[in-house]
């Protein structure tokens, strides 16, 4: 069983006026793009950000479309929108804004079952593709993979692989993670603000297949999450169940 996570100067600097020169029609887009001028401390903690209006010219979209964009992010904390005084970028937002996220002890526990975790391996090295992508890393980066497996009552469980971004965490070494699984480490040392799961199902193999006892080729439960602090994406975790493994989500 598996319980599932409930319910960006006034002016712009060179490389903005390249990016205002393409479209964007949708609030996803505009809220991706002021995310990234605030990752990348175009506009810094404490600065005011253009207007509405101003922003809607910008990047070539309806003020609505904007006005929407900042909603969210005004929800979660990132930016503080103020009447008559304008919308800047919060200096305490990633303090106020903290992501709950599924602790395996306690899933093994409200089996009944006693909980055990083993780390494999951490290894500093190039990610996978699909971690290089969620992690939005360019060529020639490196993340660290961290491998751990978790029993209940003796059995596996779940086994875990997860890209840590040592470029946006603090300082970690193999020593952190030889009691405390990485998800634990990151809660407890990162805020984090949100995330986002993926599930599919594919076929065991390797490292996967010999650490659930199943044989290659049998299809298990994998569930993919990303983990961000504000616009930074600093976690990618694949976590693989063995056949017949149930998902239970509760409102």
Not at 2 to 29: I, Y
Not at 38 to 63: D, K, V
Not at 80 to 93: L, M, P, Q
Not at 156 to 180: M, T
Request: proline fraction near 7%; charged fraction near 25%.
């Amino acid at each position: 069983m598996t319980k599932l996570p409930g319910k960006v100067a006034r002016s712009l600097r060179p490389a903005a006026r390249e990016r205002a020169g393409k479209r964007m029609n949708t609030w996803q887009s505009v809220r991706a793009e002021v995310l990234e001028r605030i990752r990348s401390r175009e506009w810094p903690p404490g600065e005011l950000i253009p207007t509405e209006q101003e922003l809607a010219h910008q990047l070539g979209c309806a003020r609505a479309t904007v006005n929407r964009a900042l909603r969210e992010l005004a929800d979660s904390g990132i930016i503080e929108r103020r009447r008559k005084v304008g919308t800047r970028v919060s200096a305490t937002h990633s303090r106020r804004t903290r992501l709950e996220i599924p602790v395996m002890r306690q899933e093994i526990e409200a089996l009944g079952a006693s909980y055990a975790y083993r780390l494999l391996s951490v290894e500093l090295r190039p990610p996978s593709e699909l971690a290089q992508r969620a992690l939005q890393l360019g060529p020639g980066g490196q993340a660290t993979q961290v491998k751990a497996q978790y029993l209940a009552n003796g059995k596996p469980h779940c086994c875990e692989v997860i890209w840590l971004n040592p470029l946006a965490l603090p300082a970690f070494s193999r020593a952190d993670f030889e009691e405390l699984p990485a998800h634990e480490w990151l809660a407890r040392n990162v805020a984090l603000t949100h995330g986002r799961f993926s599930i599919l199902a594919e076929g065991a193999s390797g490292d996967c297949a010999r650490n659930l006892q199943v044989a290659d080729g049998t299809p298990v439960l994998t569930i993919e999450r990303i983990n961000w602090s504000d616009a930074t994406p600093v976690s990618f975790a694949r976590q693989f169940y063995p056949p017949e493994h149930r998902l239970i989500s509760e409102d």
